[in-house]
C-alpha cells in the first residue's frame, strides 16, 4: 500500500531509511500521474535539505574502466568517512528489471557497503525523462545525507553534456594504448572536462600511460577552458591497483574549493537550475502538445500534406500551435 502523505516519504528520507529511500525512487522513476504528483511534492519538501553534496559526473570511451574506476573511488572516500551515491544517466538501455542487478554486478564491493548507494537509470528512458529522473534522485539522495553523488553516463552522445548540466566537477575517463590517442573521444566532450584521467595506468602500460597523458594535455591546450581559475589537469590512475585515485579526489576538492570562493559554485548551481526549469517547460510543452485531442486528430493528415508539399511546413506548425493556443484559453 503506497502512503499518499509526502511527509511520510520526507521523514523516511531524512532518517536514511534505505527502504523508503528506494520506495521513493520506485515512485520518482513512475510513469503514473499520481505517483509523479506525490514524488513533485516529496522532492519540493527535500530541497531545502539538499545541496550540500560533492557532485560529481563521470564519463569515458570504452573499456575505459568507468565502473571499476567508480567503485575504487567509492571505497576510498567511505574509507575517510563520506556516504557515497552512484547515479547512472543510461537513455540507451533497453533492459528489463535486471539493470539493477547488472550494476550492481559491476560494482560487487561497493554494493555491500552500507555506506553506499547503487542506482542505475530507468531503463528504455528518454534522455530529458532520464536526466530529470537522475536529478530529482540526486536531490533525495543528498537529504537521505549522501555527501558525495557521482552520476556516470552510461549511455552514449548527448548523456555527457547532461550530466555535465548538473554536477559540479565533470571527469573524463581514458585509457592509452588503442592506436589513436584522441580515438572515440569527441572535441565537445573534453570541453566539458574539468579533468582528464587516463586510466589503467599499471604494469606494463605505464609509459603508455603517460605518453597518452601528454597527448591529451596538447589537445586541451587547444580549448579555452570554461573559468579563468581553473585549468583542467590531466592525470593518471590504476582503479585495479588503487594508485592515485586519492590524486584524482584532491584535484575535486582543490576545483571545490576555489569555485567556491570564487562564487562560481554558486553561480553554476543556479544557472543549472534555471536551465533544468527551462528543459522541464519544453518538455512538458511537448508531452501537452502529442496528448491534445485535436492536434491527435489532424497530426497525421497534415504530416502528409507537408510530405507532399501541398502545404509549407510553417504553415502546418502554425495550425498545429493554433490549436495548442485554442485550448489554452478555453
Not at 574509507?79 to 538501455?93: C, N, T
Not at 585549468?231 to 585515485?245: G, K, N, Q, R
Request: hydrophobic fraction near 40%; glycine fraction near 8%; proline fraction near 3%.
Amino acid at each position: 500500500m503506497i502512503s499518499e502523505d509526502p511527509q511520510f516519504y520526507v521523514q523516511g528520507v531524512l532518517k536514511g531509511d534505505r527502504r523508503l529511500i528506494a520506495k521513493t525512487i520506485t515512485m520518482i522513476e513512475s510513469s503514473l500521474s499520481s505517483h509523479q504528483r506525490l514524488a513533485h511534492r516529496i522532492i519540493d519538501l527535500l530541497l531545502p535539505y539538499a545541496g550540500k553534496a560533492t557532485r560529481l559526473g563521470i564519463t569515458g570511451v570504452p573499456g575505459a574502466g568507468k565502473s571499476t574506476f567508480i567503485e575504487s573511488l567509492g571505497i576510498m572516500l567511505i574509507k575517510k568517512g563520506h556516504r557515497v551515491a552512484v547515479l547512472a544517466v543510461d537513455p540507451s538501455s533497453k533492459r528489463s528489471g535486471g539493470s539493477v542487478l547488472a550494476d550492481k554486478t559491476r560494482m560487487e564491493k561497493l554494493a555491500v557497503e552500507e555506506r553506499a548507494f547503487i542506482r542505475p537509470s530507468p531503463s528504455g528512458g528518454t534522455l530529458g525523462g532520464v536526466a530529470r529522473k537522475t536529478r530529482e534522485t540526486m536531490i533525495l539522495c543528498e537529504a537521505a545525507g549522501f555527501d558525495v553523488i557521482v552520476v556516470e553516463t552510461v549511455g552514449v552522445g548527448q548523456s555527457e553534456t547532461a550530466v555535465a548540466s548538473m554536477v559540479d566537477f565533470f571527469l573524463v575517463l581514458m585509457i592509452a594504448g588503442a592506436g589513436d590517442e584522441l580515438q572515440g573521444i569527441k572535441k565537445g566532450i573534453l570541453e566539458l572536462a574539468d579533468a582528464v584521467a587516463v586510466n589503467k595506468a599499471d604494469g606494463n602500460n605505464v609509459e603508455r600511460a603517460e605518453f597518452a597523458r601528454k597527448q591529451y594535455e596538447t589537445a586541451l591546450h587547444f580549448l579555452a577552458p570554461s573559468s579563468p581559475n581553473w585549468t583542467p589537469p590531466v592525470l593518471t590512475c590504476s582503479a585495479l591497483e588503487m594508485t592515485d585515485i586519492d590524486v584524482i579526489w584532491e584535484n575535486v576538492l582543490k576545483h571545490q574549493k576555489i569555485f567556491t570562493q570564487t562564487g562560481e559554485l554558486d553561480a553554476k548551481r543556479k544557472k543549472q537550475a534555471v536551465d533544468w526549469m527551462w528543459s522541464l517547460v519544453k518538455e512538458g510543452l511537448k508531452e501537452r502538445f502529442y496528448q491534445h485531442s485535436e492536434i491527435d486528430k489532424i497530426l497525421p493528415e497534415t504530416i502528409k500534406e507537408v510530405e507532399q508539399g501541398t502545404i509549407a511546413s510553417t504553415i502546418a506548425a502554425s495550425r498545429l500551435l493554433n490549436l495548442l493556443d485554442r485550448k489554452s484559453s478555453n
